[in-house]
């Protein structure tokens, strides 16, 4: 043995000794009085979603998951990050997610259809997020009970059912992890009163936005988060003005990150329309104070949510608003003043009350549609990171209240109960995802007039043989839209599996007409007319194909197979 040799066996020893050293450290520093607190976290959400694992995955998840060709097949990896979420599934989005497109390439490749392994992954990055807040309120405030019951609240509370459930949503929870733990970091660094070019915390803290944002676009808030973390907690300086230069000289860095994001999803991922998903002017794109009012109606119902979580559901249809005069425009507005003017009133004297504010309206405004219209008005996701600031409030008044009146054992029977009831009600929530079908029927009785809940019901129907049923569906949401053409798409493919061959035909052919680039359908017609023996009929329709998706390579040697038909 050489001499290089024995130097490289003892380099690769006291690097391996540096970082068992490293860990050992990281575990010592996890007290014993928090390791039962993670523990418990752990095990409350996991008994508030342990019924989910069976549930089927459907709706949304067939767009970005079941259906989406990219997490299949690790070769299209770099179209992860060129391409729009559900490209793979050939449809057109602003969601821009590389780095969850990862996750679920990485699940397929575990699980492909077992829905167990999906929801079981679903349940521990919410658990993970938890977690995360656990470890950065207790950084924040140096007060375990406060982040302890915090993150209990976060865990467990029915709003996040959605969020949790439904497993297309867990960028909920990754951009959440990211975020969390990039205002850990920032803390650490702000606590050891290191410059912030020699603190490895700060330079970990700026990587992990990165990752948050290829993780999902409402990570964006930690923009605000950082500075308001900063500003209200962590700077020393006395006055306003030598807070706020501060924060600066710390924060711009975070801040051109940012800003370089928002470059890019105007020009090169621009996928649709990021700054309206509209993609068209009307009243609520074309003016701000339509915006503004429907986000006041909003409000009323995010405060039902946060304090009395009772039927809860997807799929909310909640109208412009038009008028302040409108009793929940009114009363929204009123819910947003009285809440900023708590914010700035008590900044100096209860920093945590402006903080929890705070934290609310940044984590809000991406789904306010104040700034940016986006697809939805109102979801009960859109709630996921924007409670905690709600939730410290509440702990830290209620913790505030029992301290000075003696009663903590009181408080925590209270909060027991609380944690107990909620579990309860997730648990019921999770049945309502059980089956396709249940969650449809569901759902219509709220939305009888939705084409797209109409539509994915039909198509339940039909993928478990309940043809009539699927039919009279079909032709219920074509009514509702009659240029539709995934509508037609379904109802021939029905027709087709009943035997109702010319329908089947005419009905694939009236959604081509209306979207000449809706490959499912000349993935259909082609299929059927392989199968009837017209060939020709079949080969234009896998030209089609291939004009869409030239990389099709299953595609190419079909066509090979029809030519050869053609030419004996």
Not at 200 to 213: A, Q, V
Not at 364 to 389: D, K, Q, R, T, W
């Amino acid at each position: 043995m050489n001499s290089i040799t024995i130097f490289c066996i003892c380099d690769i020893k006291i690097k391996l000794l540096r970082y068992n050293r490293y860990v050992s450290a990281l575990i010592k520093n996890i007290s014993a009085k928090r390791w039962p607190c993670i523990l418990l976290i752990i095990l409350v959400g996991a008994i508030a979603y342990h019924n989910c694992l069976a549930n089927e995955m459907f709706w949304d998840d067939d767009d970005f998951i079941n259906h989406n060709r990219f997490i299949r097949d690790f070769h299209y990896w770099p179209l992860w990050f060129s391409q729009n979420l559900v490209a793979g599934s050939y449809l057109v989005s602003n969601y821009w997610r590389p780095l969850l497109l990862t996750v679920f390439a990485i699940e397929w490749h575990f699980w492909q259809n077992w829905v167990y392994g999906w929801h079981a992954v679903s349940i521990g990055a919410h658990i993970l997020a938890a977690i995360t807040l656990y470890f950065f309120l207790n950084r924040l405030f140096a007060w375990n009970l406060l982040a302890l019951l915090t993150a209990l609240l976060f865990v467990v509370h029915p709003v996040h059912n959605e969020a949790v459930v439904y497993v297309n949503s867990m960028g909920d929870s990754l951009a959440t992890i990211f975020v969390l733990s990039s205002l850990l970091a920032y803390t650490r660094f702000r606590q050891s009163s290191k410059p912030a070019w020699a603190s490895r915390s700060y330079w970990l803290s700026l990587l992990l936005l990165g990752l948050g944002l290829l993780s999902k676009e409402t990570a964006f808030v930690l923009i605000g988060l950082l500075p308001l973390t900063d500003f209200l907690l962590l700077s020393k300086a006395k006055s306003f003005w030598a807070r706020s230069l501060q924060v600066f000289n710390a924060a711009w860095p975070f801040v051109g990150v940012g800003g370089i994001y928002i470059a890019l999803r105007a020009t090169v991922l621009n996928f649709s329309n990021s700054f309206n998903f509209y993609n068209e002017n009307n009243a609520f794109t074309s003016h701000l104070s339509v915006r503004l009012m429907t986000f006041f109606k909003a409000m009323v119902q995010y405060t039902g949510f946060l304090f009395f979580p009772y039927q809860l559901r997807v799929e909310r249809q909640l109208p412009w608003g038009q008028s302040l005069l409108e009793w929940d425009v009114l009363l929204g507005g009123l819910i947003v003043g009285l809440m900023l003017f708590c914010a700035f009133k008590y900044w100096k004297t209860k920093p945590w009350i402006s903080f929890g504010l705070g934290w609310f309206f940044i984590a809000i405004a991406p789904a306010s549609n104040v700034l940016v219209p986006i697809n939805a008005v109102i979801y009960e996701h859109f709630l996921y990171m924007p409670m905690i600031g709600i939730a410290l409030i509440v702990v830290h008044l209620s913790l505030d209240w029992a301290q000075k009146h003696n009663t903590i054992p009181t408080l925590l029977k209270i909060f027991s109960v609380i944690i107990i009831i909620f579990c309860a009600v997730n648990i019921h929530r999770n049945l309502d995802w059980r089956t396709s079908i249940g969650f449809y029927e569901q759902l219509i009785t709220y939305r009888p007039d939705d084409y797209r809940v109409i539509n994915n019901l039909g198509m339940e129907y039909a993928n478990n043989g309940f043809h009539d049923k699927a039919l009279k569906t079909y032709l219920k949401a074509i009514a509702l839209d009659p240029n539709n053409p995934v509508a037609y798409h379904n109802i021939a493919g029905t027709y087709r599996d009943t035997g109702h061959i010319d329908l089947a035909i005419q009905n694939f052919n009236k959604a081509i007409t209306l979207n000449p680039n809706f490959i499912f359908t000349y993935r259909s017609l082609a299929d059927l007319y392989w199968k009837l023996g017209k060939y020709q009929e079949c080969r234009e329709c896998l030209l089609q194909i291939l004009r869409i998706d030239p990389s099709d390579e299953n595609t190419r040697r079909a066509l090979q197979e029809v030519n050869a038909r053609l030419n004996p």
